[in-house]
Nanobody
Framework: QVQLVESGGGLVQAGGSLRLSCAAS????????MGWFRQAPGKERQFVAV????????TYLDSVKGRFTISRDNAKNTVYLQMNNLKPEDTAVYYC?????????????????WGKGTLVTVSS
């Protein structure tokens, strides 16, 4: 069992930065691929980024490439999403996700665990 708790959301002006954190409970954190998703008002949940259990592989949504960076610290059971040059269209609730299969996170198919989300609001 893995529990995920996101933090770091808030209100920021366009062009600003935020770093989201996702703290995971459980001794098996390092086995899981970890991802970030987002859901804007009135829209479906959208994949943002994923990192493999070792940190050696990452995949990003095209629209965040070069602006967002996903990383993890297995010693701290934490995954991060550094978001730079934020745009109003990045406004959403951001969710952390964990799954043993990297591809499951990318395609949001049967993801094992979800956090409750943290709100990011980017003003223009």
């Amino acid at each position: 069992q893995v529990q995920l708790v996101e933090s770091g959301g808030g209100l920021v002006q366009a062009g600003g930065s935020l770093r989201l954190s996702c703290a995971a409970s459980g001794r098996t954190f390092s086995r899981y691929a970890m991802g970030w998703f987002r859901q804007a008002p009135g829209k479906e949940r959208q994949f943002v980024a994923v990192i493999s259990w070792s940190g050696g592989s990452t995949t990003y949504l095209d629209s965040v490439k070069g602006r967002f960076t996903i990383s993890r610290d297995n010693a701290k059971n934490t995954v991060y999403l550094q978001m730079n040059n934020l745009k109003p269209e990045d406004t959403a609730v951001y969710y952390c996700a964990a799954d043993l299969a990297y591809q499951n996170v990318i395609y949001s198919t049967g993801v094992d665990y979800w956090g409750k989300g943290t709100l990011v609001t980017v003003s223009s």
